[in-house]
């Protein structure tokens, strides 16, 4: 059975670092931002296996540290925590989501209806593109 609930920014951190930055100690994955962040925890029976966080600038939402394990990935788990996200944000009247999208990921973004746009550019050595996504309540 999968869920999607708000867990907290603690609870993402495991998860960000297996997946995005294995190389990176647990402590350094914290952001300051991670307080007014809407964290969501995907979860199969009581396992975390995908976390998504939304981080408020201004009228409009960043997407930052998706992260699905590994044995997950390719399942539709990521698009379910975006989707979740894109709805509850959409439901307090939020209009825009935007992220920075690893270049490898580019394709997933667009299946969820982001728009990815200019050039490529090196983020913390990993090749990304900007994305937007217009939100509907």
Not at 62 to 74: C, F, H, I, N
Request: glycine share 10%; hydrophobic share 40%.
């Amino acid at each position: 059975m999968c869920s999607i609930v708000s867990i907290s920014a603690d609870e993402t951190l495991p998860l960000r670092k297996k997946v995005l930055w294995p190389d990176l100690e647990l402590a350094d994955l914290a952001l300051p931002e991670d307080a007014t962040a809407l964290h969501l925890g995907l979860f199969l029976g009581d396992t975390l296996i995908g976390v998504g966080s939304f981080f408020p600038d201004g009228k409009r939402y960043r997407l930052r540290k998706l992260a699905v394990d590994q044995a997950s990935q390719g399942k539709g788990y990521g698009a379910r925590l975006v989707k979740e996200g894109m709805k509850r944000l959409g439901a307090q009247g939020i209009n825009e989501l935007y992220c920075d999208v690893r270049v490898t990921a580019t394709s997933f973004y667009q299946r969820l209806g982001f728009e990815v746009f200019g050039e490529e550019f090196d983020k913390n050595g990993v090749m990304s593109r900007k994305a937007t996504r217009q939100l509907v309540p």
